[in-house]
């Protein structure tokens, strides 16, 4: 009896183990898709940090105002796990001005989900670094066209209109993002209008075929690529 209470004991500490297990170590999730959009003209250089599970990694390194990590389409990351209660199984991700150890951003907490894609701004609000997410949906167009929207990273900004030819978007306010708009590839004016119709901005762009873009208003209009 007394070597089979052993036994039973071991059995038990190596069940306990499997369970602590760090889900990090053991890649058995699916992919999710993020992008990081540095649209904060009052920030500096930054590097672009993720934990999970205690584990910190820097994704990515030296990104100025106007950039994006990646520059077309997204980063491929592991899915998260169902988080508990207590938000383990949650990534978190916060910048640091390049080359250094101070954190800029307080940490966001993110649910990384399996084939979803997301795309993550740096902004100024009201002096204060701030970052926003919002979870992208489209389809790719039809050949000859593209997609566009607009996200306004301007504070006191008010609703602003993104228009090319006859295609533009609905208004959206500061820390918004528009719906994606068809447009043709032909057209490459692009017009940013104030609430009362008013042109703030004007970017020539030449779009690809059956491409995806968002343009971001901050100190002036910027345009990243979604799709590859």
């Known amino acids: 009896m007394k070597k089979i209470a052993i036994y039973f004991s071991i059995f038990l500490t190596i069940v306990s183990c ?6 990090a170590d053991n890649p058995v999730r699916g992919k999710s898709y993020l992008k990081f959009v540095h649209a904060n003209a009052a920030a500096p250089t930054l590097d672009l940090y993720s934990n999970y599970y205690n584990q910190t990694n820097k994704i990515g390194s030296e990104i100025s105002h106007k950039k994006s990590l990646p520059q077309v389409g997204y ?14 199984g949650t990534y978190w991700f916060h910048t640091q001005p390049a080359q250094t150890r ?8 993110i ?22 997410i919002f979870q992208d949906v489209f389809q790719k167009p039809d050949s000859g066209f ?43 004016a692009f017009i940013l209008n104030d609430a009362n119709g008013n042109t703030l901005f004007n970017l020539n762009f030449k779009l690809k075929n059956r491409q995806v873009y968002t343009f971001f208003y901050s100190d002036s209009l910027h345009v990243t690529q979604q799709s590859e």
Request: hydrophobic share 40%; net charge negative.
């Open 146 to 188: 593209a997609l566009f929207r607009i996200f306004n990273g301007k504070m006191d900004s008010g609703n602003l209109t993104l228009v090319s030819g006859n295609a533009q978007t609905t208004p959206t306010d500061f820390m918004q993002i528009s719906n994606f708009v068809v447009v043709p590839i032909d057209n490459q």
């Open 102 to 109: 101070d954190t800029f951003h307080l940490p966001l907490p």
């Open 75 to 88: 980063m491929q990351l592991q899915s998260s796990d169902a988080p508990s209660a207590s938000g383990v």
């Open 18 to 23: 499997k369970k602590l297990e760090n889900p």
């Open 111 to 132: 649910l990384l989900e399996k084939d979803k894609f997301q795309t993550i701004f740096n902004i100024d609000s009201a002096g204060k670094p701030k970052l926003v």
